[in-house]
């Protein structure tokens, strides 16, 4: 008796001999979910130090209690380039490192002693300032490209007089014992250059953004 097997079964068994090994399965991609926080959390941390460097530019002085810092030219660009959540997060850690005493805020200072200084108010309105700001400046950049300058002008205008400088005025008053009129007039001093720290902000902004157009694509 032959031991030859049928010609269509010796076939089968020639092509499962010679079919290729299918690939091994490739690992799963990173999940998005987990990319996207991993660089939500450097740049929190990265807008954290900007706030931080722009705090230890040396301070200009005022004649009054308050001298001018950039501190608010970084916090309006934080809100304004990260949005609300993330601006906000950034200025939070700066302003829970320098609490803890780490010298970031202006004049090289730390610790929670700054509670006890007449710009209590003012630091403390920073994280708020940044949202506010990053919550304008998203309906800002919604507009046509032409008017998105001028708005998020507006936008850091916007955050710095509705937040930054009542908060400051109220710190004014509990730290000197002044009224809201002496408050208010030693305030005013800071005006024109808010004006100026916030056209230039809004100037980064939008060359921040061409560069990086998905640091605010989709985010809050």
């Known amino acids: ?68 810092t950039l501190q608010t030219f970084g916090v309006v660009v934080a809100g304004l380039v990260l949005g609300a959540r993330r601006g906000f997060l950034a200025v939070a850690l700066y302003l829970v490192v320098g609490l803890a005493g780490v010298p970031v805020f202006a004049e090289m200072t730390g610790g929670l002693g700054v509670l006890g200084k007449p710009s209590a108010g003012y630091l403390l309105a920073f994280p708020l300032a940044a949202a506010a700001a990053g919550w304008l400046g998203g309906l800002a950049l919604r507009a046509r490209p032409r008017w998105r300058y ?45 004006v100026v720290k916030n056209l230039l902000a809004a100037g980064v902004t939008l060359a921040v953004l061409r560069a990086f157009p998905d640091l605010r694509r989709g985010r809050a």
Do not use: K, N, Q
């Open 1 to 68: 008796m032959s031991s030859a097997l049928p010609d269509d079964r010796t076939s089968s068994l020639v092509d499962a001999s010679t079919a290729p090994v299918a690939d091994a399965p490739a690992a799963p991609p990173e999940p998005r979910a987990a990319r996207r926080t991993s660089t939500d959390v450097a740049l929190v941390a990265t807008f954290a130090a900007f706030v931080a460097a722009c705090a230890l530019v040396p301070a200009i002085p005022t004649g009054t209690p308050v001298p001018i």
């Open 150 to 194: 001028a708005l998020l002008v507006a936008a850091g205008l916007g955050s710095s007089f509705l937040v930054t400088h009542p908060a400051g005025i109220v710190g004014l008053m509990a730290r000197l014992g002044v009224g809201p009129g002496e408050a208010l007039a030693i305030d005013v001093v800071y005006w024109p250059g808010d």
